[in-house]
């Protein structure tokens, strides 16, 4: 099973600021076929489902504010909110779905510093 | 409007058996893979099982830990996909989600379309 961490736990940002939130995965999930990463990253507020973000690593789903941005390959990802705003707290999720099991990374919570 | 609805949690006693449905509108159900994941109480979520569309076997994949007990069905003609959840135990409590899975060139996209959930409570 591929295992997904993130880092940090929590994080306290100033609104306006940036947030960065790390994602590693215990084995690559880049397929050499299309030079695609397997790796998502959803938000998921009190009392709702996840919503997608990003996908492809780094490609922003339709409607997503363009200060949400994805980046890295292989086994290391990054997901950046370049001025954080209010609407923006809640908590975000890696995950990869290159292979069953699809696995979650444990999450990081941003809050207003 | 693409949705998906969840259906069937409830307050159910440990070892009993409970049976969720997601119902598909707006788009083939037929034409996706369906995966079920789950959320207890202020944890993180995590995958419980899988299962390809027709084209590709309608097979399914389980998580370790409900292999034996849950089952994924289909029924693309009434558009929904079931999950049968038996021999429940208390650590089961979850809010369960069903989500769409697209085929992309090689393996699946990532997971665009997610129900609200259903809440399920195993306890006596």
């Known amino acids: 099973d591929i295992v997904m961490t993130q880092s940090p736990d929590s994080l306290a940002v100033s609104l306006g600021e940036r947030a960065t939130i790390n994602c590693k995965s215990s084995?690559?999930?880049?397929?050499?076929?299309?030079?695609?990463?397997?790796l998502a990253w959803y938000q998921q507020k009190p009392g709702q489902p996840p919503k997608l973000l990003i996908y492809?690593?780094?490609t922003r789903e339709s409607g997503v504010p363009d200060r949400f941005s994805g980046s890295g390959s292989g086994t290391d990802f990054t997901l950046t909110i370049s001025s954080l705003q209010a609407e923006d707290v809640a908590v975000y999720y890696c995950?990869?779905?290159?292979?069953?099991?699809?696995?979650f990374g444990p999450g990081t919570k941003v809050h207003i510093k | 409007e693409v949705q998906l609805v969840e259906s069937g949690g409830d307050l159910v006693q440990p070892g009993r058996s409970l049976r969720l449905s997601c119902t598909a509108s707006?788009?083939?159900?037929?034409?996706?893979?369906m995966t079920w994941f789950r959320q207890a109480p202020g944890k993180g979520l995590e995958w419980v099982g899988f299962?390809?569309?027709?084209?590709?076997?309608?097979?399914?994949e389980y998580a370790a830990s409900v292999k034996g007990r849950f089952t994924i069905s289909r029924d693309d003609s009434k558009s929904i996909a079931y999950l049968q959840m038996n021999s429940l135990r208390t650590e089961e409590t979850a809010v369960y989600y069903c989500?769409?899975?697209?085929?992309?060139?090689?393996?699946?996209?990532?997971?665009?379309?997610w129900g609200q959930g259903t809440m399920v409570t195993v306890s006596s």
């Open positions: 989500t769409r899975v697209p085929y992309a060139d090689y393996g699946y996209d990532a997971f665009d379309i």
């Open positions: 707006g788009f083939t159900l037929g034409d996706y893979a």
């Open positions: 299962i390809r569309s027709k084209a590709f076997g309608g097979t399914t």
């Open positions: 084995q690559s999930v880049l397929y050499s076929s299309n030079k695609k990463n397997y």
């Open positions: 492809w690593a780094s």
């Open positions: 995950q990869q779905y290159d292979s069953t099991p699809f696995t």
